[in-house]
């Protein structure tokens, strides 16, 4: 009962425990267990957490000492200075809030069943060995250490969960995202007939994507924006930042991909890029032999001057580089995160 009253405090509001913490008007664990009474030293400490040191403590030090008639006997005086705080609640809870607590009350029930028990079995009238005080104090505030640990680490996850969820909200909204989107940097030259092209009438989303064939965040970017297309949310125009001189072999794949958009057949370019930037190893030799090609290779090299200078002119920094209807994504924002704005 200690432990759901613990639960209680880090998840007030789970439905289990609102179950049990309702039932009518004058049944409300809220207004109890949330009341100033509820708490003390400087509201530090609860009698949620008292309850659960008495009860996981005298329990412990009983095992400690083997149940010796010693041990029973001073948690027995523990448990009869226990009616005053028994008393204390059910005048606090029925005459001054008249609210009840069933967990208050089941914890105020099994008090009460202790103090007879210890009554049936005359324990109290042993005599007390004041040498194990220290040790009871220490084991009863050892729960309450070990429960404070614990709790810190529950809600400092519970916090997170939920600042990551606000922010998220706040992040995937599309006016927060618009909004920073235009202040962001704007294309300034033409990108008209630059690249790889992938028209779209039916959407409102133009995304440039810059990138290098051997990059891996662009590798990672394009199955992202493969989907975005696919569900017909953007078209996509691809610009390579590949050097155009004959002995640049980094360059080949753009070569090859610029040279295979000729033939304009989408299925294979799509299929060409799928092939390049989702192989887990990039080997264009072995994916040369897979889109076979025969001198149009060679005739690219205007295209990636263009594509080259256009990157330059822009300032490109880094790939990839991804426009959103001629606006840079502001680094608040992963290509992942596309998904659920643009919508």
Same mark, same amino acid.
């Given at each position: 009962m200690g432990i759901i009253l613990l639960w209680y405090e880090i998840d007030s509001h789970n439905p289990v425990i609102q179950k049990i913490c309702s039932g009518n008007k004058n049944i409300n664990c809220n207004a109890v267990l949330g009341s100033k009474q509820a708490k003390f030293l400087f509201e530090t400490l609860s009698w949620s957490e008292v309850g659960f040191s008495y009860f996981s403590g005298t329990l412990l030090f009983l095992f400690i000492h083997n149940f010796s008639t010693s041990s029973l006997s001073l948690i027995s005086w523990l448990t009869l200075f226990s009616i005053s705080f028994v008393f204390f609640f059910f005048v606090y809870q029925g005459l001054i809030l008249k609210q009840w607590c069933r967990l208050c009350i089941s914890i105020q029930a099994i008090l009460l069943i202790e103090v007879s028990i210890v009554f049936y079995t005359n324990w109290y009238k042993i005599a007390i060995d004041f040498i194990l005080i220290p040790s009871l104090i220490a084991i009863l505030f050892f729960p309450i =250490?070990?429960?404070?640990?614990?709790?810190?680490?529950?809600?400092?996850?519970?916090?997170?969960? $939920?600042?990551?969820?606000?922010?998220?909200?706040?992040?995937?909204?599309?006016?927060?995202? $618009? &909004?920073?989107?235009?202040?962001?940097?704007?294309?300034? /030259?033409?990108?008209?007939?630059? &690249?790889?092209?992938?028209?779209?009438?039916?959407? @409102? /989303?133009?995304?440039?994507?810059?990138?290098?064939? /051997?990059?891996?965040?662009?590798?990672?970017?394009?199955?992202?924006?493969?989907?975005?297309?696919?569900?017909?949310?953007?078209? %996509?125009?691809?610009? $390579?930042?590949?050097?155009?001189?004959?002995?640049?072999?980094?360059?080949?794949?753009?070569?090859?991909?610029?040279? =295979?958009?000729?033939?304009?057949?989408? @299925?294979?370019?799509?299929?060409?890029?799928?092939?390049? *930037?989702?192989?887990?190893?990039?080997?264009?030799?072995? *994916?040369?032999?897979?889109?076979? %090609?025969?001198?149009?290779?060679?005739?690219?090299?205007?295209?990636? @001057?263009?594509?080259?200078?256009?990157?330059?002119?822009?300032?490109?920094?880094?790939?990839?580089?991804?426009?959103?209807? &001629? /606006?840079?994504?502001?680094?608040? *924002?992963?290509?992942?995160?596309?998904?659920?704005?643009?919508?």
């Open positions: =250490l070990v429960w404070k640990t614990i709790k810190f680490a529950i809600q400092k996850d519970k916090d997170s969960r $939920f600042n990551r969820r606000n922010f998220l909200r706040l992040k995937n909204n599309t006016s927060v995202f $618009f &909004g920073l989107l235009k202040e962001s940097k704007k294309i300034e /030259y033409n990108t008209e007939n630059i &690249g790889l092209v992938f028209d779209n009438e039916k959407t @409102k /989303y133009s995304v440039v994507k810059v990138c290098n064939p /051997y990059c891996n965040p662009c590798a990672e970017a394009h199955p992202v924006l493969k989907e975005l297309l696919e569900r017909e949310l953007i078209e %996509l125009q691809i610009i $390579f930042t590949s050097s155009p001189e004959k002995d640049n072999e980094e360059a080949l794949p753009t070569r090859h991909l610029m040279a =295979l958009a000729e033939k304009q057949n989408s @299925k294979l370019l799509h299929q060409a890029l799928d092939d390049w *930037y989702l192989a887990n190893e990039k080997d264009y030799e072995e *994916y040369a032999k897979k889109h076979p %090609l025969k001198d149009e290779i060679k005739t690219q090299t205007k295209k990636l @001057k263009v594509m080259k200078d256009w990157c330059d002119l822009e300032k490109i920094q880094h790939t990839p580089t991804i426009f959103i209807n &001629g /606006y840079q994504l502001p680094a608040e *924002y992963e290509i992942s995160d596309l998904k659920n704005i643009l919508v």
